[in-house]
């Protein structure tokens, strides 16, 4: 094959080929010695798939020509995965990053905008039957939804159990103290128990949309309560009014945090 059609079959580029060539890690079958053409066979091309893929493992070119005929070719797939998980790994942290920067600058942005419509109410009493636990905050998103799912496999099949999921969030030294159930009358079964939430004054507001963006709202509402001279009392509560897609994009989520004046 000429440089060029090897150079597509390969997916790399007809100057890398000759660079190849000129440092002796990849030489053509043949060139031509009246014209100087190169050309390469297509049993070549195991060679230049190695090449490319310890080139992509981090390996400089004088380290891929130590290489080439010593890694075997389970090795070199062995190699290939670990590197496809550590790649996997860091495109995920960077998304993670990505997205705290992106809703830290809706933050900034919402510091202008005017404030949402809030009322203070008073929010009844409310009997749970719900697991708790005290969690890393980045892990909050990894334990609600399981828990919920968990307690709903024990008091589903009684009528109307799951009609009203709540969950309540206080920060401690430890992490963040979380309470997850549903309000019913039915008895706590097995790995639940029984919360009671007090009667308390609460500002309320609400979040339209998924989770990953609550925090927001959470910020616009706490500055409110500051800003207008309340102090909190208490853990606040999400009141899950409407959460049934797997998208989360028309959820309704009900913001309450107990308050007093400062």
């Given at each position: 094959?000429?440089?060029?059609?090897?150079?597509?079959?390969?997916?790399?580029?007809?100057?890398?080929?000759?660079?190849?060539?000129?440092?002796?890690?990849?030489?053509?079958?043949?060139?031509?010695?009246?014209?100087g053409?190169?050309?390469?066979?297509?049993?070549?091309?195991?060679?230049?798939?190695?090449?490319?893929?310890?080139?992509?493992?981090?390996?400089?070119?004088?380290?891929?020509?130590?290489?080439?005929?010593?890694?075997?070719?389970?090795?070199?797939?062995?190699?290939?995965?670990?590197?496809?998980?550590?790649?996997?790994?860091?495109?995920?942290?960077?998304?993670?990053?990505?997205?705290a920067?992106?809703?830290?600058?809706?933050?900034?942005?919402?510091?202008?905008?005017?404030?949402?419509?809030?009322?203070?109410?008073?929010?009844?009493?409310?009997?749970?039957?719900?697991?708790?636990?005290?969690?890393?905050?980045?892990?909050?998103?990894?334990?609600?939804?399981?828990?919920?799912?968990?307690?709903?496999?024990?008091i589903?099949?009684?009528?109307?159990?799951?009609?009203?999921?709540?969950?309540?969030?206080?920060?401690?030294?430890?992490?963040?103290?979380?309470?997850?159930?549903?309000?019913?009358?039915?008895?706590?079964?097995a790995?639940?128990?029984?919360?009671?939430?007090?009667?308390?004054?609460?500002?309320?507001?609400?979040?339209?949309?998924?989770?990953?963006?609550?925090?927001?709202s959470?910020?616009?509402?706490?500055?409110?309560?500051?800003?207008?001279?309340?102090?909190?009392?208490?853990?606040?509560?999400?009141?899950?009014?409407?959460?049934?897609?797997?998208?989360?994009?028309?959820?309704?989520?009900?913001?309450?945090?107990?308050?007093?004046?400062?």
């Amino acid at each position: 094959m000429l440089i060029s059609d090897f150079a597509r079959l390969g997916q790399v580029s007809v100057r890398m080929l000759r660079h190849y060539d000129a440092i002796g890690l990849l030489v053509p079958e043949r060139v031509d010695p009246w014209n100087g053409y190169r050309s390469y066979a297509p049993e070549q091309l195991h060679a230049l798939n190695r090449i490319v893929a310890l080139k992509d493992l981090g390996f400089t070119l004088e380290q891929v020509a130590h290489l080439l005929d010593d890694v075997a070719d389970a090795e070199l797939r062995g190699m290939l995965r670990l590197r496809r998980a550590q790649l996997e790994d860091e495109a995920r942290a960077v998304g993670t990053r990505l997205a705290a920067v992106e809703s830290r600058l809706r933050m900034i942005e919402k510091e202008k905008q005017t404030m949402p419509d809030y009322v203070i109410k008073t929010v009844p009493a409310v009997r749970l039957v719900a697991r708790r636990a005290t969690v890393d905050p980045a892990a909050i998103g990894t334990f609600v939804g399981p828990t919920f799912d968990a307690i709903a496999r024990e008091i589903g099949h009684v009528s109307g159990a799951l009609a009203t999921p709540i969950a309540t969030y206080a920060e401690t030294e430890e992490g963040m103290s979380i309470v997850v159930g549903y309000a019913t009358n039915v008895e706590a079964q097995a790995g639940t128990e029984i919360v009671d939430l007090p009667q308390q004054s609460a500002v309320c507001g609400v979040h339209l949309g998924p989770m990953a963006t609550i925090h927001e709202s959470w910020q616009a509402l706490h500055r409110w309560i500051v800003e207008n001279g309340y102090t909190f009392d208490g853990p606040c509560r999400e009141l899950y009014v409407r959460a049934e897609s797997t998208d989360q994009a028309d959820w309704v989520t009900e913001l309450q945090q107990p308050i007093r004046q400062a």
